[in-house]
């Protein structure tokens, strides 16, 4: 099954933010929405968590997305309010709450996040601060949070921004473990190489509108990409096959 | 946190807050013990259990009538603050938010100045009520002037600050035209327990256990008011409904203790901090101990108040402000460390 987004509007104010949108997002996959800044692709997350009030419909097996997964999203923000004096053990365990009940502390869900922060390469850190934890840790805490959660859905904003290189693939592949677990991944991303690398299928967004939508190999060689950003966009291919996606200098199109 | 089989450790350690039980006990014993008179520790036990042994005549009343009421009332504001102190700095995601942030203190003050000031002396008896009124309608004023944004936590924290200088404004101007309410009103807004009696311990009794129940009730899942909304909600939490919940109860809890002893500075900003710094855990599984906590720090103050320059007493206030102010500071330092 897919998640079918039907005509979906949201307005702030006068202000409409998403316009008419009408989308297939399948089920089990990652697909990632790639923009320029204000396309809206953090506010789709938003309406998808059900925090966006919005026209239109976002259903999963004929029920509004945020009602029937309301036990199951998880969402990873792009700017998260950092809890001062928590520890990474804390901060993961948060996302049991809702398996086993606000504040409860099952000897199951201890040994998951046991698990968690092991696949995160987060053990051994457990006691630290989060306050305390780096760029690139404090992303691994955040999936790792989100892990613990097992969703049916994660949004994941902007998940590599702001992170070296390594920590970019690191946190991607961290995201990749759970795609292997059957969970449907939405993320939002500015680097459109990496989106190509590591997500299935692409949405390209600009204004509040979708402009393309597709497999990542078809939508990266598409004219409409260049459309989105108003820029020329070079598509190389390496010898391994992946593509690399680079905004030319010069800026016609 | 040590691993056990393959797990993290759990999160709150519950050993801890019956270790907290049992210093509140044995404070609350000790409390009803010292004074001018002093009663040996094993016959006042006796006697508020009603075993063979226990004191009778004049030792009785002073225990039962003066000190225990005292006690118990030290108890109710002492862990109504503290509580509330918790859950604002939760809320307002600000270690040094205290239960007075919303206007409840200044709003409160307004209606004991009003009350301490009218030409109707018989208001005078009726100064616990203006308290509560002035504490609960400064922060309801907070949450309507913050209008459509309650839901926001800064703007209802800057609501409470404007509504609670407003609430200054007018009291200080109050004070200016009756200069002989001066001194009750200074005496007043240093807190004291000295009006300890049965019938304030039942009514304010009332209002502290439903706040407190109702902010218990909901300790485990404040912990995810300490990310952002959208955090929370995928957490299976309504972030705003939670949080005008906690303030609510917080604030019942608040002006309760204001009206009932006046102004407790600092309770409830060293005691939660106290708890969370030797635990090293910021989990709200905390509120409990917290509360135990602060109602030991209150009746012990109150020991210190009435002893130190005995037969003199001193604002509790002095004291609850003489040990939080260099805590306060410490506390500052360290979170300046851990922000550098």
């Known amino acids: 099954m897919s998640i079918i987004v039907t005509d979906l509007t949201v307005r702030y104010g006068d202000k409409v933010v998403l316009n008419d949108i009408s989308l297939e997002i399948e089920s089990k996959r990652w697909t990632c929405l790639v923009g320029p800044n204000g396309a809206g692709k ?3 997350l938003k309406a998808l968590l059900g925090m966006a009030p919005y026209s239109g419909s976002i259903q999963d097996k004929g029920i509004e997305v945020f009602k029937s997964h309301k036990r199951n999203v998880a969402f990873v923000p792009q700017h998260p309010q950092i809890p001062q004096g928590m520890t990474v053990a804390e901060y993961v365990m948060l996302g049991r709450s809702k398996r086993d009940g606000w504040g409860n502390e099952s000897l199951a869900s201890r040994s998951f996040v046991h698990k968690v922060l092991t696949q995160t390469h987060l053990f051994g850190m457990q006691t630290n601060l989060v306050a305390q934890l780096s760029g690139g840790e404090m992303q691994r805490a955040l999936i790792a949070r989100a892990l613990a959660q097992e969703p049916e859905l994660i949004l994941l904003d902007e998940p590599t921004s702001a992170l070296d290189l390594h920590h970019q693939i690191s946190v991607l592949n961290n995201i990749e473990l759970l795609k292997e677990e059957g969970v449907t991944i939405i993320s939002t991303m ?25 497999a990542s190999q078809d939508v990266i060689h598409s004219p409409e990409l260049k459309r989105a950003f108003d820029n020329r966009i070079d598509v190389y291919t390496l010898d391994s096959g992946r593509p690399v996606i680079v905004a030319s200098k010069e800026k016609h199109l | 946190m040590i691993t056990e089989h393959g797990a993290i450790a759990k999160i709150w350690n519950w050993r801890i807050t019956v270790f907290c039980g049992l210093i509140l006990f044995a404070v609350a014993i000790a409390a009803v013990s010292f004074g001018p008179i002093s009663i040996n520790f094993f016959k006042v036990f006796k006697t508020l259990f009603d075993l063979p042994g226990g004191s009778t005549g004049q030792d009785r009343t002073v225990i039962m009538e003066l000190r225990l009421p005292r006690v118990v009332l030290g108890i109710l504001v002492g862990s109504a603050l503290a509580t509330s102190g918790a859950v604002y700095q939760t809320v307002f995601h600000n270690p040094l938010a205290d239960p007075y942030l919303l206007g409840a203190a200044s709003g409160a003050g307004l209606g004991a100045t009003i009350a301490l000031t009218s030409t109707n002396h018989n208001l005078y008896g009726a100064l616990p009520i203006f308290a509560f009124l002035g504490g609960v309608l400064a922060v309801f004023t907070s949450f309507i002037i913050s209008g459509k944004f309650f839901a926001d936590p800064n703007s209802l924290l800057l609501s409470g600050i404007a509504v609670g200088s407003f609430a200054t404004a007018i009291q200080t101007y109050l004070q200016q035209r009756h200069s002989a309410a001066l001194r009750p009103v200074y005496s007043w807004i240093l807190g004291d327990l000295t009006s300890a009696s049965w019938s304030v311990v039942a009514w304010s009794s009332v209002y502290i256990t439903i706040a407190l129940i109702i902010l218990f009730s909901v300790a485990k899942q404040l912990d995810g008011l300490m990310l952002s909304d959208e955090e929370a909600y995928s957490l299976g ?14 604030t019942l809890a608040t002006a309760t203790a204001v009206s009932a002893s006046g102004l407790m500075g600092f309770v409830g900003i060293v005691v939660p901090h106290l708890v969370r710094g030797l635990t090293h855990r910021v989990t709200n599984r905390s509120l409990i101990t917290i509360a135990m906590a602060g109602a030991a720090f209150l009746v012990l103050a109150d020991l210190g108040a009435r002893t130190l320059l005995s037969p003199a007493e001193l604002p509790i206030g002095v004291i609850t402000a003489f040990v939080g102010a260099p805590f306060f500071l410490v506390v500052l ?7 550098q």
């Open chain 1, 42 to 44: 953090t506010t789709f």
């Open chain 1, 190 to 214: 500015h680097d459109i190489t990496l989106a190509a690398m590591f997500a299935e299928r692409i949405v390209v967004m600009k204004e509040g509108k979708v402009l393309l939508s597709g």
């Open chain 2, 237 to 250: 939490i309504n972030p705003k409904r939670l949080r005008i919940i906690a303030v609510a109860a917080a």
């Open chain 2, 333 to 339: 330092r360290n979170r300046r460390k851990v922000t």
